[in-house]
């Protein structure tokens, strides 16, 4: 048992390394990042509440880049295992095929999990330094946080030159270290914003973020999840190349699953479907977040009660692959 926890654990470290050294997987965090934190620049309307395209902008972006990561790096992390030889090498120590596959997709996962605290504190970010109606001496105007803005768009590059600085003195390998400062610093950012208002004057400490994104943000985070490990399970049969796609359509199938599926009687082929492929609208929840709203936590609690059942079943189907798959 011990021997299997340390084996598993082992496998996710590597995975994690060596996903998150990747630079495609540092370019995707940035461009993630950066059109969230420029998204107000270019908000002309606020559409009866102010900051929300800001913040739905923002919640998109943490789906659509996600997608894009886990389903590249969990295709590149599993098909290259397989192609190269190293996987028939580790389940030779021995480590169980489901074991080899389940800490693949736990690694990809976590790569997930420090994007998705980089993108989340982005959009608190953006919220935050949307243009807001304030009272300024008897008249009221429609005002941008000018400082919040600057230090959002400051916070990644920072990040980047202390990954620069830490790869020069103790040669730490930079894209690792970006990966890591790049959410450090944004929540350091969006955790100062409390210091001064919204027209940029100094005092108490505030809080200013809008804390109910969490409850519409994690919900996302389960749906990446979900998306991981299903590339994880397609990556055994097909091309790294073809994750992506194969992700992108099964994002698709997701996202609109209650137009395809509704009506079909279970044992269709359109029910059975519906019960195999997840519904993702279950997991977009920035329309609750409208005019004040919120997403009750016991919902965020049975959606990832949803997707870990998601997830378990992704990893059998993986499992059911990998055990017909000659690694030899």
Not at 58 to 83: I, K, M, S, T
Request: proline share 4%.
């Amino acid at each position: 048992m011990f021997h299997s926890v340390r084996s598993f654990t082992a496998i996710v470290r590597t995975t994690f390394v060596e996903t998150i050294q990747e630079p495609a997987a540092l370019l995707v965090l940035l461009a993630a990042v950066f059109v969230t934190v420029l998204a107000p620049l270019f908000h002309f309307h606020a559409f009866g509440e102010e900051g929300r395209l800001a913040r739905d902008g923002g919640l998109a972006c943490l789906l659509v880049f996600g997608l894009v990561l886990c389903c590249a790096a969990a295709g590149a992390a599993v098909r290259r295992e397989c192609d190269s030889g190293t996987a028939a090498a580790a389940l030779a120590k021995p480590v169980g095929r489901g074991l080899f596959l389940a800490a693949k997709a736990a690694g990809v996962v976590a790569v997930s999990g420090l994007f998705w605290i980089a993108v989340t504190a982005a959009t608190l970010l953006a919220e935050a330094a949307a243009d807001h109606t304030i009272a300024v001496g008897e008249t009221w105007n429609r005002l941008p946080d000018v400082r919040l803005r600057q230090w959002s768009l400051l916070a990644p590059l920072a990040a980047l030159a202390g990954a620069a600085a830490l790869h020069n003195r103790r040669r730490a390998r930079f894209g690792v270290a970006a990966f890591w400062l790049v959410p450090a610093v944004l929540a350091a950012a969006a955790a100062a914003s409390g210091f001064w208002n919204h027209a940029g004057d100094w005092g108490p400490y505030a809080l200013r973020l809008n804390v109910r994104l969490f409850s519409a943000a994690l919900p996302l985070f389960f749906a990446l999840a979900l998306l991981a490990c299903w590339s994880a399970a397609l990556a055994i049969r097909l091309p790294a190349g073809a994750v992506l796609p194969a992700g992108t359509a099964l994002l698709g199938l997701g996202l609109s699953a209650d137009a395809w599926s509704a009506g079909a009687p279970a044992g269709s082929c359109r029910g059975v479907l519906a019960g195999l492929l997840p519904n993702l609208q279950h997991y977009w929840l920035a329309d609750a977040l409208a005019h004040g709203g919120a997403v009750p936590w016991t919902y965020v609690l049975h959606a990832g009660a949803h997707a870990a059942l998601g997830c378990a079943l992704a990893l059998a189907a993986g499992f059911a692959l990998l055990r017909r798959r000659d690694l030899g």
